[in-house]
């Protein structure tokens, strides 16, 4: 029988070359290298809209037998239940799940939660999924999603009302569905065909969701390439690549290259550094011992669990702080909260009681930590004003080489700490992210944010060990790069 997932359907309609991989060559997916999978699964977003529409009955999912929860769904309604949560049904070719499910007077009424802050309109086409699965079965009012508040402040006891927005869509998904049942047939006919669709690489790779097959589609492009461009825009690279424009050498000769790109390119095809002495000792010039190598690590969340607290606010949890003196000498500090409380206070507190009064507090790609540093001022009226003191103090390890004062051909268009680290301290271990347990800010975000549910101690132990390490080595990197700069 011919029948499409939603989440199929979805992966068709962004590239149906994604949906023949998927079915055809799972082994080439890329696997997110995430680490909250060996966590507990904490209260999600849907669970927590549920409470909007109370006393329902939940379909129990089964992977391997979705007609139990189709007819799970049929006996709930047949028993007169107006509220079902994960309510599963299978109708116009179309296999789809439905968060919430709810009658009153007027019909049924399709409600689906996202974690998101907005209503995109990638969910109207995932709704019309849903919409055609159940249209021709029951009475549908209304379809709407549930989306998260990012105005909302909690203070004492979570505010579901408040925590979550409803948008009614019914009449985009109306629009979408029609054309829709046309497309599902299409796509099960390329997810059962033999021959792999040919579909290349374009702006639908990465939107709406990046796909995971981005590695394999590109097996055939040389490095570095033309996306690797310095800040050339995704639709002027794509246009360059259909045109033929892939390697350096081709970009050189086709297209207008800005002073960076220029640089770039041309670092990169005579296989020079480029180091402008000048540009380095402006920036040099500028630092005053003892300098503070600083670096903010953040998680955020979408339900806030702490007053004054915002869905998906950035709160600082980690820092770690390399003091270097005149004299040369190096000391370390570091701060990591306990994560079954607010952080902001004590790191606030502890980070201004280990700054130095004096000197320049260097951070890399500066604006991330100062924003940190106005909403801790804000949160913390008592601290606001040496906070705030702390900011003209600030200076910017980016900026001699956003300015050119040394570019590696190594760096690929990436002025990134990790992008840098590498290219300027080759094969040094001691510097060498990949060794490590946790190996990016977006990895101690999620960590972080998942450790509450974390039971086993001694697993906590060791996270919060390798949570230090990795910050540790931010701002150690930091101390190499301006030491390195500053021998040139
Ligand atoms: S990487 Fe791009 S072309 Fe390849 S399957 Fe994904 S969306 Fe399609």
């Not at 939603?6 to 890329?30: F, Y």
């Not at 903010?296 to 606010?313: D, K, L």
């Amino acid at each position: 029988m011919k029948v499409l997932s939603k989440s199929q359907i979805m992966r068709g309609l962004q590239c149906e070359k994604s949906l023949w991989l998927r079915t055809h060559k799972p082994e080439e997916q890329q696997v997110s290298n995430k680490v909250a999978g060996r966590f507990e699964q904490g209260t999600s977003i849907g669970e927590l809209a549920q409470q909007l529409f109370p006393g329902g009955t939940l379909v129990e999912f089964k992977n391997n037998n979705l007609a139990f929860m189709c007819s799970q769904t049929q006996a709930l309604i047949e028993q007169g239940q107006h509220t079902i949560y994960e309510a599963t049904f299978e109708g116009n070719g179309v296999f789809a799940s439905v968060d919430i499910l709810h009658k009153d007077d007027r019909g049924w009424h399709i409600y689906e939660v996202k974690g998101s802050t907005q209503v995109k309109k990638v969910f109207v086409k995932d709704s019309a999924c849903q919409y055609l699965a159940i249209k021709d079965q029951l009475n549908i009012a209304s379809v709407n999603i549930i989306y998260v508040n990012n105005k909302y402040t909690r203070f004492g006891d979570l505010d579901i009302q408040q925590l979550f927005c409803v948008k009614n869509i019914t009449e985009s998904v109306c629009d979408v569905a029609s054309n829709l049942l046309y497309q599902v047939d299409q796509l099960h006919n390329i997810k059962t065909q033999s021959k792999e669709p040919s579909n290349n690489i374009g702006l639908h790779c990465s939107s709406p969701y990046p796909c995971d097959f981005g590695k394999y589609c590109r097996r055939h492009l040389p490095k570095p390439n033309i996306f690797n461009l310095y800040r050339l825009k995704k639709e002027k690279k794509y246009q360059h690549y259909n045109n033929g424009v892939v390697t350096y050498q081709q970009a050189k000769k086709s297209i207008k290259l800005n002073k960076t790109q220029k640089l770039q390119v041309n670092t990169y095809l005579n296989q020079i550094t480029h180091i402008d002495r000048k540009k380095i000792q402006a920036f040099t010039n500028k630092v005053e011992f003892p300098i503070s190598y600083f670096d903010f690590e953040t998680f955020n969340e979408a339900i806030p669990r702490f007053n004054g607290q915002r869905p998906y606010q950035q709160m600082p949890f980690q820092y770690s702080l390399h003091i270097e003196e005149q004299s040369g000498d190096i000391s370390h500090k570091e701060f990591l909260a306990d994560e079954n409380y607010d952080p902001r206070q004590a790191l606030a507190e502890a980070m201004l009681a280990e700054i130095p009064q004096t000197g320049s507090i260097m951070a890399f790609n500066q604006s991330f930590e100062i924003s940190r540093i106005k909403e801790l001022a804000v949160f913390l009226p008592a601290y606001k004003t040496d906070l705030l003191a702390l900011i003209p103090r600030f200076i910017d390890l980016i900026e001699p080489f956003r300015k050119l004062g040394f570019y590696h051909p190594d760096f690929h268009g990436s002025f990134s700490i990790k992008s840098i680290l590498p290219a300027m301290f080759p094969n040094d271990p001691e510097l060498d992210y990949k060794q490590l347990e946790i190996q990016n800010g977006g990895m101690a975000m999620d960590t972080f944010a998942a450790l509450p549910r974390l039971k086993d101690q001694a697993q906590r132990k060791k996270i919060r060990e390798s949570l230090l390490v990795y910050c540790k080595l931010d701002t150690w990197a930091m101390v190499k790069i301006y030491n390195k700069l500053r021998e040139l």
